[in-house]
């Protein structure tokens, strides 16, 4: 029998939420200040993943202008109601958070099929975040999120709170009603979601904050209002076991100490549950794989897949019996369904974007990335630097492997040393390096630089390189565990060093000076400082896993 191996969705792809349609899975993912949001993944046997869409891809839907890395979508939930043969996604747009204030909004979108058109975001409400939707079976439909008390007596007792939405009007109802601040002692009780199974309202929450004593906490009740009875047995998935004391301002969001030797598969929690039509329970849960000795989570918090099983007493465990992630599971009792290999080739021939190339706060359009102009060639138009929080000219894509190459293809003609375009490794707008074609009046010409922007502070590395400045360029970026190194040719076959063994753990969770919830991307950029005018063409980008 074919195994799950754990991570399914590898690279930055937290906070998954997992449902089931008939034959069909999906699963949304977190997405913060990337643009478009919400990649929803589909599966027919829980093995086999591939990139559906993205949902939100109108400004309408999305407005990340301005905001701060690791803000933006925060945990949406996928939701799917049999009776309406409609899917629901809610989802929350963080603006600003400090440990009092948390200025967030939150929306709901619908859609009759996950490929279809999506709807305007309907509002709900701004009281915290992480909301999910609960479809009862008698109709009502329940909206339960983290309510964040900005009160200081009370930061260390924030509340999951539950409310009624009434469809009609797509708007909130009643009163929030307070249904749990923890089952267990690790604090930082959120992610919460709930579901119903044998009379039972299970509510699943994620606790001890996104690190090293995360876990995947139950409570139960007769009553979706409660009052929940939390489980006595402590989380019902984490990567590290016993009982942690914690709280909403002690500091167990990272915790290296409590790195677990005994699996790969760390910082487990966050979960979310289907069952196959053949009785079998899986949970998706986010978790981070640490490059060690470091220990700097490189790819971000990613996405990966256990068997549960429901003990006689009602309670979940991991399947076979424990409660630690592991690195494998046994796959379910289903037809396998894999998907044609991805190519590593994006040519820029279709006049539509891969979707798996992001743009960080959006939008993407013709103004900036255009595709028809030059048909098989992708043209961005320089303007503010990657260190910029609103108008940047980068497209990217998830790094999802320790050893990676990634090549392009240029053509620029810079003349001023206010133009640069090429090839980046980008984690936020405060952490990233660039090797780049720019103009160097020194030199009396075209150049190629290589720089880094971490911890807020600018470095140049290795020497410029003089070129014609009409002359195509290929540029190579090559990522191995915590180190990553730049190259050029002028040919495609012979490559030549621009910087190498650079120090890539200031692009990884641990290591950022902000952030510190995405992942390390890789992509095309340009930037034009003078007067925001300035094109560059690209003929390809080749990414290549390597392990």
């Given at each position: 029998?074919?195994?799950?191996?754990n991570?399914?969705?590898?690279?930055?792809?937290?906070?998954?939420?997992?449902?089931?349609?008939?034959?069909?899975?999906y699963?949304?993912?977190?997405?913060?200040?990337?643009?478009?949001?919400?990649?929803?993944?589909?599966?027919?046997?829980l093995?086999?993943?591939?990139?559906?869409?993205?949902?939100?891809?109108?400004?309408?839907?999305?407005?990340l202008?301005g905001?701060?890395?690791?803000?933006?979508?925060?945990?949406?939930?996928?939701?799917?109601?049999?009776?309406?043969?409609?899917f629901?996604?809610?989802?929350?747009?963080?603006?600003?958070n400090?440990?009092?204030?948390?200025?967030?909004d939150?929306y709901?979108?619908?859609?009759?099929?996950?490929?279809?058109?999506?709807?305007?975001?309907y509002?709900?409400?701004?009281?915290?975040?992480?909301?999910?939707?609960?479809?009862?079976?008698?109709?009502?439909?329940?909206?339960?999120?983290?309510?964040r008390?900005?009160?200081?007596?009370?930061?260390d007792n924030?509340?999951?709170v539950?409310?009624?939405l009434?469809?009609?009007?797509?708007?909130?109802?009643?009163s929030?009603?307070?249904?749990?601040?923890?089952?267990?002692?690790?604090?930082?009780?959120?992610?919460?979601q709930?579901?119903?199974?044998?009379?039972?309202?299970?509510?699943?929450?994620a606790?001890?904050?996104?690190?090293?004593?995360?876990?995947?906490?139950?409570?139960?009740?007769?009553?979706?209002?409660g009052?929940?009875?939390?489980?006595?047995?402590?989380?019902a998935?984490?990567?590290?076991?016993?009982?942690?004391?914690?709280?909403?301002?002690?500091?167990?969001?990272?915790r290296?100490?409590?790195?677990?030797?005994?699996?790969?598969?760390?910082?487990?929690?966050?979960g979310?549950?289907?069952?196959?039509?053949?009785?079998?329970?899986?949970?998706?849960h986010?978790?981070?794989?640490?490059v060690?000795?470091g220990?700097h989570?490189?790819?971000?918090?990613?996405?990966?897949?256990?068997?549960?099983?429901?003990?006689?007493?009602?309670?979940?465990?991991?399947?076979?019996?424990?409660?630690?992630?592991?690195?494998?599971?046994?796959?379910?009792?289903?037809?396998?369904?894999?998907?044609?290999?991805?190519?590593?080739?994006?040519?820029?021939?279709?006049?539509?974007?891969?979707?798996?190339?992001?743009?960080?706060?959006?939008?993407?359009?013709?103004?900036?990335?255009?595709?028809e102009?030059?048909p098989?060639?992708?043209?961005?138009?320089?303007?503010?630097?990657?260190?910029?929080?609103?108008?940047?000219?980068?497209l990217?894509r998830?790094?999802?492997?320790?050893?990676?190459?990634?090549?392009?293809?240029?053509?620029f003609?810079?003349?001023?040393?206010?133009?640069?375009?090429?090839?980046?490794?980008?984690y936020?707008s405060?952490?990233?390096?660039?090797?780049y074609?720019?103009?160097?009046?020194?030199?009396?010409?075209?150049?190629?630089?290589?720089?880094?922007f971490?911890?807020?502070?600018?470095?140049?590395?290795?020497?410029?390189?003089?070129?014609?400045?009409?002359?195509?360029?290929f540029?190579?970026?090559?990522?191995?565990?915590?180190?990553?190194?730049?190259?050029?040719?002028?040919?495609?076959?012979r490559?030549?060093?621009?910087?190498?063994?650079?120090?890539?753990?200031?692009?990884?969770?641990?290591?950022?000076s902000?952030?510190v919830?995405?992942?390390?991307?890789?992509?095309?950029?340009?930037?034009?400082?003078?007067?925001?005018?300035?094109?560059?063409?690209?003929?390809?980008?080749?990414?290549?896993?390597?392990?």
């Amino acid at each position: 029998m074919e195994e799950i191996r754990n991570p399914i969705l590898p690279g930055f792809h937290p906070d998954p939420s997992m449902i089931r349609v008939g034959e069909d899975y999906y699963i949304a993912v977190s997405s913060f200040e990337w643009f478009p949001g919400v990649p929803i993944y589909h599966s027919r046997d829980l093995v086999h993943w591939e990139l559906k869409r993205n949902v939100l891809d109108t400004v309408e839907q999305l407005d990340l202008t301005g905001l701060k890395p690791s803000w933006g979508v925060w945990a949406p939930n996928l939701s799917y109601c049999e009776q309406e043969k409609r899917f629901y996604l809610v989802y929350s747009i963080v603006h600003n958070n400090n440990p009092w204030f948390f200025d967030v909004d939150n929306y709901v979108v619908t859609a009759s099929s996950i490929e279809g058109e999506w709807s305007g975001p309907y509002y709900l409400n701004s009281s915290g975040f992480d909301p999910a939707l609960f479809h009862d079976d008698d109709g009502r439909k329940w909206v339960v999120n983290k309510d964040r008390d900005f009160r200081p007596a009370n930061l260390d007792n924030r509340a999951i709170v539950v409310q009624e939405l009434d469809t009609a009007r797509m708007r909130l109802t009643g009163s929030p009603t307070v249904v749990s601040r923890g089952a267990t002692r690790r604090g930082f009780v959120e992610g919460a979601q709930i579901y119903k199974r044998e009379g039972w309202y299970y509510l699943i929450t994620a606790e001890g904050g996104t690190g090293y004593a995360h876990c995947v906490a139950l409570s139960r009740s007769r009553s979706v209002t409660g009052p929940y009875e939390p489980c006595p047995f402590g989380p019902a998935l984490t990567s590290i076991g016993g009982d942690l004391a914690g709280s909403e301002k002690a500091d167990l969001f990272m915790r290296p100490d409590l790195y677990n030797p005994e699996t790969s598969i760390q910082k487990a929690g966050h979960g979310s549950l289907v069952e196959t039509p053949n009785g079998e329970w899986y949970m998706a849960h986010l978790c981070g794989r640490p490059v060690m000795p470091g220990m700097h989570c490189i790819l971000g918090r990613e996405t990966s897949l256990q068997r549960m099983e429901w003990t006689e007493d009602g309670w979940l465990r991991v399947y076979g019996g424990g409660v630690i992630a592991q690195e494998s599971a046994p796959a379910p009792a289903l037809p396998a369904h894999p998907f044609p290999a991805e190519s590593p080739l994006e040519d820029f021939d279709s006049p539509v974007l891969n979707p798996h190339l992001y743009a960080p706060r959006g939008p993407i359009d013709a103004g900036w990335a255009d595709l028809e102009t030059e048909p098989g060639r992708l043209r961005l138009r320089g303007r503010e630097s990657l260190t910029s929080t609103y108008a940047v000219s980068l497209l990217a894509r998830k790094l999802d492997s320790f050893h990676t190459r990634t090549t392009a293809k240029l053509e620029f003609q810079p003349e001023l040393y206010h133009h640069l375009a090429g090839i980046s490794c980008y984690y936020a707008s405060q952490d990233h390096y660039c090797a780049y074609k720019t103009f160097d009046e020194t030199l009396g010409g075209a150049v190629l630089k290589v720089h880094g922007f971490t911890g807020g502070a600018f470095k140049e590395y290795g020497k410029p390189v003089p070129l014609a400045a009409e002359a195509p360029v290929f540029l190579r970026v090559e990522t191995e565990n915590d180190k990553l190194s730049f190259f050029y040719s002028l040919d495609g076959e012979r490559f030549e060093p621009l910087a190498e063994g650079l120090d890539l753990t200031p692009l990884s969770d641990e290591g950022c000076s902000c952030g510190v919830f995405t992942g390390t991307f890789v992509g095309l950029f340009a930037q034009d400082s003078h007067t925001r005018e300035k094109w560059a063409s690209f003929d390809f980008l080749r990414y290549e896993r390597l392990d």
